[in-house]
């Protein structure tokens, strides 16, 4: 509904977005009285990308930091402490990105909107880049194909 040129401008759209942020607004403050650390992470770093998308930047710092106290609360990391890696899943899937994008978002703050210099992703950024598998493209062929 942002990005759509004129659609701004009818009252029905306007009374639409009105519904949804309402609706994003309860739940957001549903999320937040819960215990459920990784969705509080995730409620608010859609709320910091929300924000940088509709230029309200003064909200941006606040909860990109709201964020990261999620993950550290929780102890949210890229790989178990102990154990096995689980199995690939859509849930694991979504716990990756969801890591990966506080990291990327508290960086791009710093690099772009004039923030503190990245601390608080320290933990899982050290973590993403010395201990999560990751590998690229062209190992990944090199591997397949058998190629050094």
Known sequence: MHFCDGLDKLPAMAKLQVTY???????????SKGCDWELKAQMMLWVASGSIVMRLLQLTPSYIKKSCEAVN??????????GRPPQFSQDLHEKISILSQIIYFENFW?????????????RIEKEFRHQLQ???????LRCVFNIS
């Not at 942020?21 to 999320?31: D, G, N, S, Y």
């Not at 710093?110 to 320290?122: I, N, Q, R, V």
Request: net charge negative; glycine share 10%.
């Open 134 to 140: 990751v590998s690229t493209i062209s190992s990944c």
């Open 73 to 82: 609360m929780a102890g949210l990391r890229f790989v178990p402490a102990f």
């Open 110 to 122: 710093f690099l772009t909107g004039g923030g503190a210099e990245p601390t608080m992703t320290a």
């Open 21 to 31: 942020i309402q609706t994003a607004l309860e739940l957001l403050i549903e999320v």
